[in-house]
Nanobody
């Protein structure tokens, strides 16, 4: 069992930056593939980025490629999402998730543990 807690959300103007953090409890964090997802009002949860357990393999959604950077620090049981050049359409609740299987999955149902979410609001 692992518990995930997101932090770092907030309100920012278009073009600005935010950094989300996801901290995990337990001693197995370094084994998990970790992902970021987001959900805007009235929309389905969508994939944002995923990182392998070692941090060497990464994948991004096309909509955030070149603007967002996912990273992790296994010594701190933490994962991060640096978001630059934010747009109003990036407004959503952002969730971190852990996958106990070693896949760079983009499907929410394939993740086993979820955080409570962090609101990111980008004003125009």
């Amino acid at each position: 069992q692992v518990q995930l807690v997101e932090s770092g959300g907030g309100l920012v103007q278009a073009g600005g930056s935010l950094r989300l953090s996801c901290t995990a409890s337990g001693r197995t964090f370094s084994r998990y593939f970790m992902g970021w997802f987001r959900q805007a009002p009235g929309k389905e949860r969508e994939f944002v980025a995923v990182i392998s357990a070692s941090g060497y393999r990464i994948n991004y959604a096309d909509s955030v490629k070149g603007r967002y950077t996912i990273s992790r620090d296994n010594a701190k049981n933490a994962m991060y999402l640096q978001m630059n050049s934010l747009k109003p359409e990036d407004t959503a609740v952002y969730y971190c998730a852990a996958n106990t299987n070693p896949f760079l999955s983009v499907v929410p149902d394939e993740y086993d543990y979820w955080g409570q979410g962090a609101q990111v609001t980008v004003s125009s």
